[in-house]
């Protein structure tokens, strides 16, 4: 079976002559259907520039990606609008919610603006607010959910389009370790589900790292090691 994600000799710097640095020089992987990978690294080794060029935010110098049968990988960010809207989910550190809007508007505006339609468009975010166990808080404002709640909705609003691969950015960066726990076991269920959905996580987190399917390792501008028992003693 063809993996979800597919990244081959992926090459990204900044800047240009003498002052160019060579974030990515060679990264290559891949993530299979329903598999929960965390992405681990020292600061600044470029784990978010990896995410953004995976989630079609950042075009590469070289290299090719293939998500779902999508390839891509040099495109400029508009070209690739309707990979993000169909194909990758994003989940952020600070939610990204909108303050006055419900949990359940807040699923639903999403969806609108990928082109769903009403009242479609608020049936499928009730439908991803129960999967994430939050049926009962459609109704109330992100000033009014806990920390792990409103990570939950950014979930559900990530998950309602039936996107293959969510691209997770320090999602536990905010929450407590018992919260945190609760999220990477969504995770775990949101994977086993019956649509192949597959998580890559950044995180600085090697406990919570240990938890994930496997570990990716990016050291030096490439991936280092891929599992969390071989890789353990370096990202500590």
Do not use: M
């Given at each position: 079976m063809a993996p979800l994600l597919s990244v081959?000799?992926?090459?990204?710097?900044?800047?240009?002559g003498g002052t160019r640095l060579e974030v990515l020089t060679g990264v290559a992987f891949e993530v299979a259907s329903g598999e929960l990978v965390a992405l681990m690294g020292p600061s600044g080794c470029g784990k978010s520039t990896l995410l953004n060029i995976i989630g079609g935010l950042l075009a590469a110098d070289s290299g090719t990606i293939d998500v779902n049968g999508s390839?891509?990988?040099?495109?400029?960010?508009?070209?690739?609008?309707?990979?993000?809207?169909?194909?990758?989910?994003?989940?952020?550190?600070?939610?990204?919610?909108?303050?006055?809007?419900?949990?359940?508007?807040?699923?639903?505006?999403?969806?609108?603006?990928?082109g769903a339609v009403m009242p479609e468009a608020e049936q499928r975010a009730t439908a991803a607010l129960e999967r994430v166990g939050l049926a009962d808080r459609a109704q109330h404002r992100p000033?009014?959910?806990?920390?792990g709640q409103a990570q939950r909705v950014a979930i559900a609003r990530a998950i309602a389009g039936d996107r293959k691969l969510l691209l997770a950015d320090?999602?536990?960066?905010?929450?407590?370790?018992?919260?945190?726990?609760?999220?990477?076991?969504?995770?775990?269920?949101?994977?086993?589900?019956?649509n192949e959905l597959s998580i890559l996580m950044v995180t600085h987190d090697a406990a919570l790292a240990a938890r994930a399917d496997r570990m990716?390792?990016?050291?030096?501008?490439c991936v280092a090691a891929s599992d969390v028992e071989s890789a353990w003693g370096d990202a500590v």
């Open positions: 081959k000799d992926l090459h990204h710097g900044f800047g240009a390839a891509y990988g040099q495109q400029p960010p508009y070209a690739l609008v309707e990979l993000r809207r169909a194909t990758i989910g994003w989940i952020f550190q600070d939610y990204h919610l909108l303050p006055h809007l419900s949990a359940l508007d807040n699923v639903t505006l999403a969806l609108e603006l990928a000033d009014e959910l806990s920390g320090e999602p536990t960066g905010n929450l407590d370790v018992a919260t945190s726990r609760e999220i990477l076991e969504l995770f775990h269920e949101l994977c086993a589900g019956d990716l390792l990016l050291r030096d501008g």
